[in-house]
Nanobody, 121 residues
Framework: QVRLVESGGGLVQPGGSLRLSCAVS????????MGWYRQAPGRQRDLVAT???????SITESVKGRFTISIDNAKTTVYLQMNSLKPEDTAVYYC???????????????WGEGTRVTGSS
């Protein structure tokens, strides 16, 4: 069974930095894309950034220049480096992965349980 386990959230002052990690474990054929979403209180879950297994990245406009997404050489752990954090970055951050269970099978979508990032004043 595939699992996504996030880590790295916490309390941070404005202007501070955090690094989130998400590790994929379990049995599967290949990972296509991994990404981070966030959900602020009372808001919908929004896309933050994605990275393909080939290393192509996409960052949402509101965090460009502050957040960076990357993937490790094994292509099973994705990172979100968050710098110059603002109070509006406060949210639960969710890891997402689109994974091929076997050759020639369609991708399945998986979510982590989320890690909370809280900006303090």
């Amino acid at each position: 069974q595939v699992r996504l386990v996030e880590s790295g959230g916490g309390l941070v002052q404005p202007g501070g930095s955090l690094r989130l990690s998400c590790a994929v474990s379990g049995s599967f054929f290949a990972i296509d894309t991994m990404g981070w979403y966030r959900q602020a209180p009372g808001r919908q879950r929004d896309l933050v950034a994605t990275v393909s297994s080939g290393g192509r990245t996409s960052i949402t406009e509101s965090v460009k220049g502050r957040f960076t997404i990357s993937i490790d050489n094994a292509k099973t752990t994705v990172y979100l480096q968050m710098n110059s954090l603002k109070p509006e970055d406060t949210a639960v951050y969710y890891c997402n992965a689109e994974i091929y269970p076997a050759p020639f099978r369609p991708r399945n979508n998986f979510w982590g349980e989320g890690t909370r990032v809280t900006g303090s004043s």
